[in-house]
């Protein structure tokens, strides 16, 4: 089965920049949907970035557009979230997560029912001050 293994995370002064990694011990599919989702103590999940199946079909939330750049390096098998110009209410729990659908464009990959993406690491914390 694939696992999901989230690194980087840690603590950072505000509008300083942090990498997040995505790290899957087994295969996933060059073409399936992927992408980064960050829990705030004490509230709902919410989807900041998608990439699917061809170059450039990336998405991202009003949150965090213009200052985080999602990527995946498939030979690799990892997937990555950039982070710039950080501010205090970046602050959360960071997850990966994947989804066997393939050949979407990260816009549908973003439209997909949450049971889709049913693989998941355990999450980065991300503290920002």
């Known amino acids: 089965q694939v696992q999901l293994v989230e690194s980087g995370g840690g603590s950072v002064q505000a509008g300083g920049s942090l990498t997040l990694s995505c790290v899957a011990s087994?295969?996933?599919?060059?073409?399936?949907?992927m992408g980064w989702v960050r829990q705030i103590a004490g509230e709902g999940r919410e989807g900041i970035a998608t990439?699917?199946?061809?170059?450039?079909?990336?998405y991202y939330a009003d949150s965090v557009k213009g200052r985080f750049t999602i990527s995946r390096d498939n030979a690799k098998n990892t997937l990555y979230l950039q982070m710039n110009s950080l501010k205090p209410e970046d602050t959360a729990m960071y997850y990966c997560?994947?989804?066997?659908?393939?050949?979407?464009?990260?816009?549908?990959?973003?439209?997909?029912?949450?049971?889709?993406?049913?693989?998941w690491g355990q999450g980065t914390q991300v503290t920002v001050s």
């Open positions: 997560a994947a989804s066997p659908r393939t050949g979407y464009s990260g816009s549908q990959c973003a439209s997909l029912p949450r049971g889709s993406y049913n693989r």
């Open positions: 087994g295969y996933i599919d060059k073409r399936n949907c």
């Open positions: 990439v699917g199946a061809y170059l450039g079909n990336t």
